[in-house]
C-alpha cells in the first residue's frame, strides 16, 4: 500500500470549497488534474473521472463513491482492470480553520501493481499539488463571474 496526500490552506469558508469539488460540469474551467468529472456525488453512485497527471497521459475511470460529509468529506473507490491490481481509495477532506479552509487531497493505493507504478504516483503527486492551487484561485474569485448577482444602480 502507498498514500499520497497534499494539504492546502484555503482562505475561504467550507462551503466554498464544497461547493467548487462537488461542481463537475465546471471542472474543465478551472482543474489541471481531474479534466473532466461527470455523475451523481452520493454514496454508491458511480463517477466518470478523466485525470491528466503532469507529464503522463491522460486516462478516464469509473469510480464508486463511498463517503459524502457535505462541507467536510467526498470519497471515492476505484480500480485499474480488475480489483486488486491497481485500486486507489481518493479522498477530499475538508477542516474549518480560522480564516479558511484545510483542503486535504490523499489517495491510497493498494494492488500487486503499485510498487511498478512509482513514476505515476509521482506525477499523480504533482496533479494533486497543481489542483489544490487552481482551486485555492477559484476560491479566492469565488463566485464565478457568471453566477455573480447582478447589483443595480
Given at each position: 500500500m502507498?498514500?499520497?496526500?497534499v494539504t492546502t490552506h484555503i482562505p475561504s469558508p467550507p462551503d466554498v470549497a464544497w461547493k467548487i469539488?462537488?461542481?463537475?460540469?465546471?471542472y474543465t474551467d478551472w482543474n489541471?488534474?481531474?479534466t473532466r468529472a461527470s455523475g451523481d456525488p452520493k454514496v454508491g453512485h458511480k463517477l466518470?473521472?478523466?485525470i491528466v497527471p503532469p507529464g503522463g497521459r491522460g486516462m478516464t475511470f469509473r469510480p464508486r463513491v463511498t463517503a459524502v460529509e457535505p462541507e467536510h468529506l467526498f470519497e471515492w473507490f476505484g480500480t485499474l482492470g480488475i480489483q486488486g491490481l491497481f485500486d486507489g481509495r481518493h479522498a477530499f477532506v475538508l477542516k474549518p480553520t480560522a480564516g479558511g479552509?484545510?483542503?486535504?487531497?490523499?489517495e491510497t493505493f493498494s494492488g500487486l501493481l503499485v510498487p511498478l507504478m512509482t513514476g505515476v504516483l509521482q506525477r499523480t503527486k504533482k496533479g494533486f499539488e497543481n489542483m489544490n492551487n487552481a482551486l485555492l484561485s477559484r476560491a479566492g474569485s469565488w463566485p464565478p463571474a457568471s453566477t455573480q448577482p447582478e447589483t443595480s444602480e
Open positions: 502507498r498514500t499520497i496526500s469539488l462537488t461542481d463537475f460540469p465546471a489541471p488534474f481531474i466518470s473521472i478523466r479552509t484545510t483542503l486535504t487531497q490523499t
